[in-house]
């Protein structure tokens, strides 16, 4: 919010939003996502572009969202959509596709290490976008993080259906973290941030986790 | 020697296998160690190749399309390879390949069977089904016999014996092939197996293969390979048994140009294998002198076990276009805990997790689907495009409407769940009210921690599998809502 604000833009929020509809769909309950789509697009019908902190989310929206709105088989909805998805945007995607951004004028003196969200990394294809927010934030000590391609093991309903597994997945994660000696842990989507966080405090490591949105809304001496 | 096979029927549930797997550090290290290399093999052969995209690309047009005209396809095969002298037979389902499969091996007058490596005759439990009869089958290919003497159980469709590492593989051999002295260098195994195998090259009448490809056009069999086994498979015994799922047809010879290129890279990350066996009928002029040039008798068994079914599943069919490469298990990070085992199938991985209860016509295995995390790995190296978290979320819904119908589904926790958060995320006013609740809710397991920031180290039912080895933080005293209100009202 701030970052936006800071070049320039008005941000709105619809105060109707509630969940894109990813956690029932992806866990096999279809029907129940389906109004979700027809809130989303009721919600943020008018908006010029929708910025939404959450790869998975905007994943979800890119993915399924056109064949969902198929499904329900309302010719003004389908249309809808269409025109409406265009003007979705991952945060990050926001600066550097929409805005040709890199350099937002950030301050973060801080070890960081950069974990890439399976969503944004495959499914939008964010490529090393976040990267390059990241190397122009002043007083930042960037480090690379060892299987940065590898899934934390969050999965929505995965990390309790198969909380083993995932605990195993996110295990290696966090080892690779601990491993940058970073201060903190950031990435593009709060889900993967709250399974990492959950374990490097379950440690007691010291080590917190940061949305991108925080590191870049960073500024001389307001600066965390 | 039988052994029990992977059965979906009768596997535990994949948490539960997959838990037992976890503690097996042995195990999970040779895993790690295996998918590692291959991986790293197969991203440096991949990347050399400028149109590997549209490698892809082809290869998924290649088999969508012959998806979308099968019967022909298999029709046009039939044809041409009895033409060319080979007797094509067609198996509804497992039992009636099986028994296919044993009558045939009778009918050549051996009771004993040389193998080429083959998922399909793994499917099936082909193996035991022999050995019932009186038959006795020898596994050639290397991971195979190592499976094989192990009495143990593939855990990966191109390496089968990849969580094994050398002293362990070096222990049965000894066992197996009394031979106390035998050293664990590569050269040691396959010296070993080498000896083993030969004798039974030079004297078996009989073998039994499975199909990389069958070739509609020319009527033609392909199967690739490394060692060497195979094409002793296909050219020493007087008798070959082919047995291939329905869905490995391609319409013309010159779509090998494309699999040919994508397979190996995926697969174990070679530019090219090491034998291509090509091989169309039998050869009737060579047979009458005398002098026969490789097996007098072919038959392929052309087998459906639940394909059809499949292909009439709009959603699901991209199943069907799979090669088996084995690139998604390599890639997968389940997979990569695990090890195949814990899919109870032999088809194990992402591929595993949709193909398997597929085949099972959704009556087991259900929980395979939700195996994953949606990582898109799979997707990502796939060489024929199989979109495996899209199929494995139709999948997942399958199995919701399973378990959510008739009475029954009225007292399923989870979907009870699932739609109360539908009908909260439906209204703001609910979803406030939720924020509200559901901070008083966790009050009482909220402990501070040194920073006096709180959180909760323990929750109960379906959610305490995110707290044995996570801890949520609390929910904030002001929510993002309020925020933005507060700031509105105080204008900064």
Same mark, same amino acid.
Request: hydrophobic share 40%.
């Given at each position: ?25 992806n866990t096999g ?33 890119? =993915? ?17 959509? =269409? ?64 299987g940065?391609?590898q899934c934390c093991g969050f999965g929505g309903t995965f990390a309790v259906k198969n909380a083993d597994v995932s605990s195993a997945m996110l295990a290696e994660k966090t080892t690779a ?15 993967c941030?709250?399974h990492i966080?959950g374990a490097l405090?379950r440690q ?15 500024? =001389?001496?307001?600066?965390? | 020697?039988?052994r029990g096979g992977l059965d979906p029927k009768t596997a535990p549930t994949f948490p539960m296998a997959a838990k037992a797997m976890l503690g097996d550090a042995q195990l999970r290290k040779n895993v790690r160690h295996a998918t590692d ?110 499976i094989?003497?192990g009495e143990d159980r593939p855990s990966h469709i191109?390496?089968p014996a990849l969580h094994k590492n050398?002293?362990e ?159 998604c298990q390599n890639a997968c990070p389940v997979y990569r805990q695990t090890g195949g085992h814990a899919y109870g199938s032999v088809y194990a991985g992402p591929i595993g997790a949709i193909l398997t209860p597929?085949?099972q016509?959704?009556?087991h295995a259900q929980s395979l689907p939700y195996a994953s995390s949606l990582c898109?790995a799979c ?9 495996i978290?899209?199929?494995l979320?139709?999948l997942r819904?399958?199995v919701v409407?399973?378990n ?8 399923d926790v989870e979907?009870?769940a ?38 909760i180290g323990w929750l109960p039912g379906l959610l305490g599998g995110w707290t044995q080895a996570r801890d949520l ?20």
């Amino acid at each position: 919010m701030r970052v936006l604000e800071r070049l320039g833009h008005t941000v709105e929020f619809p105060r109707g939003q509630t969940c894109c509809g990813q956690m029932h769909y992806n866990t096999g309950y279809q029907a129940e996502a389906m109004p979700l789509l027809e809130r989303f697009v009721a919600q943020f019908r008018g908006a010029e572009a929708v910025v939404v902190p959450s790869s998975s989310c905007v994943a979800m929206m890119r =993915d399924h969202y056109p064949k969902m709105a198929v499904a329900i088989g309302r010719a003004e909805l389908i249309a809808e959509v =269409d025109a409406l998805l265009p003007r979705v945007f991952e945060f990050s995607e926001f600066l550097t596709k929409r805005l040709g951004l890199e350099d937002v004028g950030a301050y973060y003196p801080h070890r960081v290490t950069y974990h890439a969200s399976c969503h944004g990394l495959r499914n939008l294809l964010l490529g090393d976008g976040p990267m390059r927010l990241l190397k122009a934030v002043r007083g930042i000590d960037l480090v690379e993080l060892q299987g940065l391609e590898q899934c934390c093991g969050f999965g929505g309903t995965f990390a309790v259906k198969n909380a083993d597994v995932s605990s195993a997945m996110l295990a290696e994660k966090t080892t690779a973290v601990l491993n940058t000696k970073a201060e903190a842990c950031t990435a593009c989507d709060n889900s993967c941030l709250m399974h990492i966080q959950g374990a490097l405090h379950r440690q007691r490591t010291g080590v917190k986790t940061v949305h991108l949105a925080e590191i870049l809304a960073g500024e =001389d001496g307001v600066g965390r | 020697m039988s052994r029990g096979g992977l059965d979906p029927k009768t596997a535990p549930t994949f948490p539960m296998a997959a838990k037992a797997m976890l503690g097996d550090a042995q195990l999970r290290k040779n895993v790690r160690h295996a998918t590692d290399v291959i991986q790293g093999k197969r991203a440096r052969v991949v990347g050399e190749m400028p149109d590997w995209q549209e490698l892809r690309e082809a290869g998924k047009q290649i088999r969508r399309h012959t998806m979308e005209y099968l019967d022909f396809y298999l029709e046009e095969f039939e044809a041409n390879c009895t033409r060319a002298g080979g007797v094509v037979h067609w198996a509804r389902d497992a039992e009636e390949a099986r028994r296919i499969v044993v009558e045939l091996v009778k009918a050549s007058g051996s009771d004993e069977v040389i193998k080429i490596k083959s998922m399909t005759t793994e499917e099936i439990q082909l193996n035991p089904a022999l050995e019932a009869a009186g038959i006795h089958p020898y596994e050639t290919d290397l991971a195979e016999l190592i499976i094989q003497l192990g009495e143990d159980r593939p855990s990966h469709i191109v390496v089968p014996a990849l969580h094994k590492n050398r002293q362990e593989i070096r222990e049965i051999f000894q066992r197996e092939m009394n031979l106390p002295e035998l050293g664990d260098r590569p050269q040691d195994l396959a010296d070993a197996a080498r000896m083993f195998l030969r004798e039974k090259f030079l004297r078996v009448k009989t073998a039994v293969s499975g199909a990389n490809f069958l070739i509609a056009e020319t009527g033609g069999v392909c199967v690739v390979e490394s060692e060497g086994n195979g094409r002793m498979c296909l050219t020493l015994p007087e008798t070959l048994i082919t047995i291939a799922g329905i869905d490995k047809v391609l319409p013309r010879f010159q779509d090998l140009e494309v699999m040919l290129q994508l397979l190996p890279r995926s697969a174990t990350g070679e530019r090219m294998n090491p034998y291509n066996s090509i091989w169309t009928g039998v050869d009737a002029a060579s047979a009458d002198d005398g002098l026969r040039d490789g097996p007098g008798v072919f038959h392929v068994v052309l087998m459906d076990n639940a394909r059809t079914e499949i292909l009439a599943d709009e959603e699901g069919r991209q199943t069907l276009n799979c090669i088996r490469c084995g690139a998604c298990q390599n890639a997968c990070p389940v997979y990569r805990q695990t090890g195949g085992h814990a899919y109870g199938s032999v088809y194990a991985g992402p591929i595993g997790a949709i193909l398997t209860p597929q085949l099972q016509e959704m009556h087991h295995a259900q929980s395979l689907p939700y195996a994953s995390s949606l990582c898109g790995a799979c997707y990502e190296v796939c060489p024929v495009k199989i979109n495996i978290p899209e199929v494995l979320i139709h999948l997942r819904n399958k199995v919701v409407k399973q378990n959510t119908a008739g009475v029954a589904g009225l007292f399923d926790v989870e979907a009870g769940a699932m739609k109360a958060m539908a009908m909260i995320f439906r209204s703001e006013r609910r979803f406030r009210a939720t924020q509200r609740l559901g901070r008083m809710a966790e009050r009482p397991l909220v402990r501070k921690d040194e920073r006096g920031q709180g959180w909760i180290g323990w929750l109960p039912g379906l959610l305490g599998g995110w707290t044995q080895a996570r801890d949520l933080e609390e929910m904030p005293k002001e929510t993002f809502r309020d925020w933005w209100e507060r700031r509105g009202r105080d204008g900064n």
